[in-house]
């Protein structure tokens, strides 16, 4: 099976167990396909995928004005260069792969109350999306 493909299984069930909606995208292009439909309240990123990358990815949603303060978190086997990277692209939070499951539910539950505490509608928590391995 598809490494990237079980690593998004794993973040989706952890999550899922916590209550969070999860919806999950193969890569980088449909990650921002999925954004503008599902307004998800945060996005995790692998930083290697196809067509196009996580820290790519992260610049085009910090530069559309509809996604620019949207929480994001790089999921991936970061180097320091990467991480770098990720910072000025504008990455909320990274998380090195292998994880902890319960580290990766404390990354994100973080990340999604920052948002509530900063939204003026504190309606209904909406989905967390992630896209990539």
């Known amino acids: 099976m598809d490494d990237n493909k079980v690593i998004r299984q794993l973040i ?4 899922e167990l916590e209550g969070i ?9 449909e990650c921002l396909e999925v954004v ?6 945060l996005v995790t990123l692998d ?3 196809p067509r196009l990358d996580g820290l790519r ?7 559309d004005p509809r996604t620019r303060d949207l929480p994001l978190a790089i999921v991936s086997a970061c180097t320091q260069h ?5 910072l000025e692209a504008g990455v909320d939070a990274f998380l090195a792969k292998p994880f902890e499951p319960g580290e990766l539910v404390r990354v994100v539950r973080r990340l999604i109350q920052g948002r509530v505490l900063e939204a003026e509608d504190t309606g209904p928590t909406s989905p967390a999306g992630h896209a990539g391995g």
């Open 21 to 29: 909606e999860v919806v999950t995208a193969a890569d980088g292009a």
């Open 47 to 49: 930083v290697v995928m």
């Open 57 to 63: 990815t992260a610049a085009r949603l910090r530069a």
């Open 12 to 15: 989706r069930v952890n999550l």
């Open 82 to 86: 990467e991480v770098e990277s990720g």
């Open 36 to 41: 503008h439909q599902v307004r998800p309240d």
